[in-house]
């Protein structure tokens, strides 16, 4: 993580930290490779945000596309937005929905669930962001839950706003999440600059799906995650290319508490995790996924050292 050079039209405006990419396999035997800036050792959340992969844009007759088979989730709420392709999703509450470009699934683990994604025959280029979002503490064992919501696309000056989480440019989603949150798709025209109106008790995170965009004074390059701290009332974007930059803003409230994150579940405790972890091995908590041809993932192995909790600072 760093601070990136930049040209700032006023010297003492916060700056965004940058926060750069990890290439990781998902889906068991049959992975593929994701782009992970959240979490990271130096940080594990932004606002409830607790993590974002990114993926794509890969030719699936190449790489196979996604095949991620039923595994569970505990304490989080999974938001899946496609650039392009197709995915097919299965959960234990008996939901089969489209992940679809445009529209989002936000499926809410609470006690306990299970799902499958895989990308459909239709899909020829799969590209796209999952990320998670920490139940807070009260809310972490709720019912299981899936919602879907097709945005409109908002146009300001030099950008158009899809947003999917939260209020911004004037457009608000009903989705329902359990503590305030911001997320949003920006498409910027090639060269423009925008100010966006946000809300100063927020951190904010951008990621870059398309192009090169300066957050905050700060230049960013595809796949990084740009971060911002609490206290700016407006955010400026400037695409920095001549083509169409494409990324993705989120924030929401520093969190205020730590959590225990291990494999697919989140927690409070070590004791939660392994706890999961042994229903899940067991057959128990988190239903069956019906329709999907297949086995199971099986969980990994817990480490023998116990799980630490970080927060806002780790």
């Excluded at 299970?114 to 799969?126: F, M, N, Q, Y």
């Excluded at 700060?218 to 400037?238: C, D, H, I, N, S």
């Excluded at 996924?289 to 116990?306: F, I, S």
Aim: hydrophobic share 35%.
């Amino acid at each position: 993580m760093s601070v990136a050079d930049g040209t700032d039209t006023d010297p003492g405006a916060p700056r965004a930290e940058v926060i750069t990419a990890r290439d990781v396999p998902l889906g068991g035997p049959r992975a593929m490779n994701v782009r992970r800036t959240l979490p990271q050792r130096a940080r594990t959340l932004i606002g409830a945000w607790c993590f974002i992969d990114h993926y794509g844009p890969d030719d699936v007759g190449d790489t196979g596309g996604m095949v991620v088979a039923p595994h569970p989730h505990t304490g989080l709420q999974t938001v899946s937005w496609l650039f392009s392709g197709e995915i097919e999703h299965r959960d234990s509450l008996g939901t089969h929905a489209m992940v679809r470009p445009g529209e989002l699934n936000l499926m809410t683990s609470g006690h306990g669930i299970s799902h499958s994604e895989v990308s459909t025959p239709a899909t020829t280029v799969l590209h796209g962001v999952q990320l998670w979002v920490a139940l807070p503490d009260r809310h972490r064992n709720t019912d299981p839950a899936f919602q879907h919501h097709a945005p409109e696309r908002v146009r300001i000056d030099g950008a158009d706003v899809s947003v999917f989480l939260g209020t911004l440019a004037g457009s608000t989603s009903p989705v329902r999440t359990y503590s305030p949150l911001l997320g949003a798709e920006l498409l910027l025209d090639p060269g423009a600059s925008v100010t966006l109106d946000v809300d100063p008790a927020f951190e904010h995170g951008l990621l870059v799906d398309e192009g090169a965009v300066t957050f905050a004074g700060t230049p960013l390059k595809r796949a990084e995650l740009g971060y911002l701290e609490p206290g700016a009332a407006t955010v400026t974007l400037t695409n920095d290319t001549d083509d169409t930059a494409r990324s993705i803003l989120i924030g929401g409230p520093p969190f205020g508490e730590e959590i225990v994150m291990w494999w697919n579940f989140v927690g409070r405790t070590d004791e939660d995790v392994r706890q999961a972890r042994e229903d899940w091995m067991s057959g128990t908590r988190f239903g069956e996924v019906k329709g999907y041809d297949g086995d199971r993932l099986p969980a990994p192995e817990v480490p023998a050292t116990r799980l630490k909790a970080r927060g806002q600072a780790h």
